[in-house]
């Protein structure tokens, strides 16, 4: 019965996930790129969720793993927030920021120091606040999204430190912040306009016959 929350959390991430893959269709090439790598990301967490949860001695591997994801997924939905708002990074300031956040996440991994895992997840939040700081007026509601995709990163990071059942609330709040940046990202529906303007001259047209 312990492990039913473990599973749940899981299967929101699962869920959050796959929405993050449907919803990224309609953000900015530039962004889906990065935000489709975040969601294959906190997918795996979740099967690393589940699996520890179903096999309890598998759960140091599940914490490795979620230590690596924590410092590595974030990075990418800055990267995925910043191509949305504003133009694709470049590849020189990208590929090294990923690779720092892989890279301290693997060292969090193996020696156990869980702030160096967060350390790359804190800067990669402020980077998102001061992305939807700067588009508030432009786009008010993404930037929102923004906001509290960084916030539910902040409270997953604080949940995941404080112990073994702060780790259970990580998932959950990882998902929300992976749905939130999603939102961020993708750009809104276009309204039909264009089918009321092609109606207007045949309108025009029709009550001029007698």
Not at 61 to 80: E, Q, R
Request: a positive charge.
């Amino acid at each position: 019965m312990n492990a039913v929350p473990d599973i749940a959390f899981a299967l929101v991430l699962v869920l959050a996930a796959l929405l993050a893959l449907i919803v990224g269709r309609r953000a900015r090439p530039a962004a889906r790129d990065y935000l489709l790598f975040a969601a294959a990301l906190y997918g795996a967490l979740a099967i690393a969720d589940l699996i520890a949860a179903l096999h309890g001695p598998s759960a140091p591997l599940a914490d490795s793993v979620t230590l690596v994801i924590a410092a590595l997924a974030p990075g990418a939905l800055a990267l995925a927030l910043a191509a949305s708002f504003g133009g694709a990074p470049a590849i020189v300031f990208a590929g090294p920021v990923l690779a720092i956040a892989a890279a301290a996440g693997i060292f969090a991994a193996t020696t156990g120091m869980i702030f160096v895992a967060f350390a790359p997840l804190f800067a990669c939040l402020c980077a998102m606040l001061a992305i939807a700081a700067r588009q508030m007026r432009r786009a008010k509601l993404r930037a929102l999204y923004a906001m509290l995709a960084a916030l539910a990163f902040g409270a997953a990071a604080a949940s995941f430190m404080t112990g073994a059942e702060g780790r259970t609330a990580f998932a959950l709040f990882s998902a929300a912040g992976l749905m939130g940046a999603a939102l961020a990202c993708a750009r809104p529906l276009r309204q039909p306009v264009e089918h009321e303007g092609a109606w207007a001259p045949r309108a025009v047209g029709i009550g001029r016959r007698r």
